[in-house]
């Protein structure tokens, strides 16, 4: 009994580390059952996240996100992992549990559907921040924000976010939750790595920067 206790615990760290970071798998199936997601009936469901996502999907409360114009698959996964409890938030994850998987694919597609905010404020010279956008920094290992996100913070493919117009507060949190551990459902856990090579002053000034770019 205590050598098959003994190998449970040896095993266990192993098993914590397999697990994955998120619940879906990008497959052509997946793909196309988000991208049918149903508008109208996504506007509806919305109603009821005004108060935290702003009318129109643009947020008035710097510790929420805009999601007006952003990829209905990001959009449709993070609803998912705060569902299935692969990311962490008090009241998300109590209002994900209560929507179907045809509910958040509605819901996806429609705040995707919404224009952008519109740029109203004055543009700052943000040289760390221009430099990790165009450059990263070779010497911790940290890749161009572009080559994901976006020449533009439009976004890229299926799980890499519009970055363009976020709220400043959201921004940060998000950053430095990916950078303690605190956030873990990044696939491969790439936002975690680059993160803990970002300082405060880096992750400041990529907020304000991004935050710049609202259309």
Known sequence: M?????LIMLFSPAMVIAEPASNIAW???ALNFVKQGNSE???QLASSCMGCHGEKGISSMDNFPSLAGQLATYTYKQLRDYADGKRMHVLMN???EGLSEQDSADLAVW???LPEAQNKVKMQKLEKAEILVAKGNGKKIIPPCFTCHGGNGQGEKQDIPALAGQQIEYFVNTLTEYKTGARHND???RMRLISEQLSEEDIKQLAQYYY???K
Do not use: C, N
């Open 94 to 96: 109590s209002v994900a």
């Open 2 to 6: 205590k050598r098959i206790l003994s």
């Open 111 to 113: 705040f995707e559907s």
């Open 41 to 43: 009936k996504g506007k």
């Open 212 to 214: 710049q770019l609202r």
């Open 187 to 189: 696939v491969y856990s």
């Open 27 to 29: 497959t052509p199936d």
